[in-house]
């Protein structure tokens, strides 16, 4: 079965400064997509950035990048320039055409002012 | 786009009520799904429908829970006879024919069952 690890419960960055999420993933498709989402508090599910597996080119978007390594199963998000609004729990996120979306259980990111 | 809305916002309802909800996906999304999150945890698939038609349920979906799409359009999850272990946010989310892979999500209903 497909799923998704969230090793890191919560991590905390200085305003400013980077941070890197971590995620491994289990599966056996060599074709699906993978994606973060950020969930702040009492508010819906924004996504920040989707990867495909067939592509071999980390995704970005502004100040969020992921570090894609297919043969490891792991896909973390790096968060540049941290700000206050990053403040949310992250969910990372698989979907393959054969399996519908799982999520890993979060992280919790507090950024310090 | 307006974005996926959902109804109610907060529900609080006694054990062996029955409950609905109603989400409003983005127009012209034709995936509409449905997930439940419960506290500290990420929101676990119950089931998805492709313009009217239920494609898939999870275990998850008991006999109480119900979905329904009917025009392909909105759609509703009604909870018959809940138990307290219903207690959490039900989510709802969409996608577009062209881009099925990527989903967005509404707000959410947080029901309460006491």
């Known amino acids: 079965a497909q799923t998704v690890t969230q090793s890191q419960p919560e991590m905390s960055v200085q305003e400013a400064e980077t941070v890197t999420l971590s995620c491994t993933y289990d599966?056996?498709?060599?074709?699906?997509?993978l994606f973060w989402y950020k969930q702040p508090p009492s508010r819906q599910m924004i996504l920040v950035i989707r990867q495909e597996a067939y592509k071999q080119q980390n995704a970005t978007e502004n100040r969020f990048s992921v570090n894609f390594q297919k043969a490891a199963k792991s896909f973390s998000l790096k968060i540049s320039d941290s700000q206050l609004g990053d403040a949310a729990m992250y969910f990372c996120?698989?979907?393959?055409?054969?399996?519908?979306?799982?999520f890993g259980a979060g992280t919790r990111l507090t950024v310090k002012p | 786009d307006t974005g996926v809305s959902q109804n109610p916002r907060h529900k609080i309802t006694k054990r062996g009520q029955n409950v609905t909800f109603r989400c409003d996906p983005i127009?012209?999304?034709?995936?509409l799904y449905w997930y439940r999150q419960t506290l500290g945890q990420g929101p676990e698939f119950l089931t998805y429908f492709q313009n009217e038609a239920q494609l898939e349920k999870s275990r998850l979906l008991s006999d109480r829970f119900s979905a329904e799409r009917p025009k392909g359009s909105f759609s509703t999850l009604e909870i018959q006879r809940t138990e307290q272990g219903d207690s959490a946010m039900y989510l709802c989310a969409s996608s577009p024919w062209y881009y099925t892979d990527t989903q967005y999500f509404g707000p959410g209903t947080r029901l309460t069952v006491l």
């Open positions: 127009s012209e999304h034709n995936r």
């Open positions: 599966t056996s498709e060599s074709d699906y997509y």
């Open positions: 996120a698989y979907r393959s055409d054969h399996n519908d979306m799982r």
